[in-house]
């Protein structure tokens, strides 16, 4: 796929095909991840690839933390117990991968270390995508980041930046609109 219909064709997925993934094809995806750049070239990614009971607990570990901010059983909508069917199994997807950066105390280096991570972790999802794998961009599972921590056996001189669910996606969302550039950009000096 051509780099800037992959840019375009990019979904954040949350329903997935059961179907196992080739481990060389993540192993391709991941290589991918590692062309992205990053501060004074530290290369600061760290990735997790879990599947099978990990994968399991993961997924569960954010659906308790989704049912916490949620209306009991029984009074909640039909959206809300979608999303939380969703969380508790990260909608199928048969991977998870967990994006890692060293944790530093000095705001500047960490900033640059959270930064390169996700300038990786970005690649990851178009590479994915180039794959005809989907993907979701997550940061809720943060939310119960002790549990996360123990569940995947993180130690603490690292820090998560993100997950995303990979599988063969089993939807294809239309694109979200998009913001006119006069709304985001802001020409200086032209």
Known sequence: ???YAAMKARRSIRKFKPDPIPKDL???ILEMATWSPSGLNWQQWHFLVVN???????????????EFGMPPAGQRNPQQEGFLQWAKTLGGAPVAIVAL????GQP?????????VA????HLLLAATNEGLGTCWMTGPLNNE???RKVL???????????????YPAESPAAAPRKSLDEVVTWIGF
């Not at 950066?101 to 530093?104: K, L, Q, R, T, V």
């Open 146 to 148: 002790p549990e996360l």
């Open 26 to 28: 993540i192993a391709k």
């Open 52 to 66: 099978g009971p990990k994968k399991d607990e993961l997924a569960r570990s954010y659906g308790r933390i989704v």
């Open 153 to 167: 056996a993180i130690p603490d001189d690292k820090e998560i930046v993100a997950v995303t669910p990979l599988g």
């Open 101 to 104: 950066s060293p944790a530093h």
């Open 1 to 3: 796929m051509e780099l």
């Open 108 to 116: 500047g280096t960490r900033k640059m270390n959270l930064e390169s």
């Open 119 to 122: 300038s990786a972790f970005s």
